[in-house]
């Protein structure tokens, strides 16, 4: 038989990074997200792996970035504050292509705000926190279950895209805690960064790779000698200014994410097709939109779920074709309407877009979907 465990939503989000295959962890505790380090602290020894408390965020993103040059799969957990210090080194390992996953369970903001409570006030920072161009690739799960399986993916896709992974939990799916249940032959398909296949002295850690824009990456430790700089670099890892080549690696570090938008989006749908009003949602959110549909549908109301689960890259084409022709489109979120600015961007000028917010630590309920749903009515 199955075991059917109660599992915090913290947790199974550490349980299912060591399913990843993950034995590097280092962190700095912040509210709410402790319970993952506090896992990891207690589980990777037992595996071989390695936790480290670091002094600090910035630190914790430093840590993580060297374990992975060595070839172990790292990530770190915090919150807002610490997200914010985590930017600049973030933006380092999108430049420098080195996979890592960083897990922000949100809280309110902004600096310490409400520490206990939750929010989803961090999406735009997840995309747009590092200066210059880059993309990132941004997950935000809504149940126990989803985070398990989906913390797999984050680390799946850092390693094959080469690149910070950004796991957006917040403190409702943070802490809730509900039925945890694997299939007993269950085996996560996992994926592994490509390894180099050249020749010691003509390895090319930054080379154009036409098929899918990712290089190869040799392990600190294989045999391979190779530079890694934050500055604009050559196939070879150099600094490079010669307007040629930062044009090339720029457009091929951001196309090897936004040009995969089809094998990276992942979504869920609740009458979506049949339906004259959409409601999207993500996160804890979506779970009151989901009954909140449900209990409208009942009623005869025409009105569908869509869920992103990975809202980064933004699917453009995808969103554009499920608002098409809808009478109206219900954003709901608890932020000032980060994620529906990038839906207004595709809705058609003339359906009305509302955009249903909460910012003060309280939850977003279904009756609160219901109303903001009747208004558009």
Known sequence: MNKVR???GNEACAMGAIAAGSTFYAGYPITPSTEI???MARELPKIGGIFLQMEDEIASMGAIIGASCTGVKAFTATSGPGFSLMQELIGYAAMTEIP??????QRPGPSTALPTLSSQGDVQQARWGCHGFHSIIAIAP???MEI???IINAFNLAEKYRTPVIFLMDEEIGHLRERFELPEDYQPEIINRKKPESDLEV????INDESNGVPPMANFGDGYRYHISGLTHNEKGFYSSVPSVVDTEIRRMVGKIEDNVDDIAQFEEAYADDCDILVIAYGSVARSAQQAVEEMRAEGISVGLLRPIVLWPF??????????GKKAVVVAEMNL???AREIRRIVHTDTPLKSLTRVDGEFIYPIDVINAVKEVL
Do not use: H, N
Request: charged share 10%; with cysteine; aromatic share 22%.
């Open 6 to 8: 109660l599992v915090q």
């Open 37 to 39: 380090a506090e896992y």
């Open 100 to 105: 890592c996953v960083i897990v922000d369970v």
């Open 142 to 144: 809504s149940s126990i």
């Open 148 to 150: 398990y399986y989906q």
């Open 203 to 206: 390895y090319l850690p930054y």
């Open 315 to 324: 699917a453009t084409d995808y969103f554009t074709k499920a608002c098409m």
């Open 337 to 339: 309407g980060q994620y």
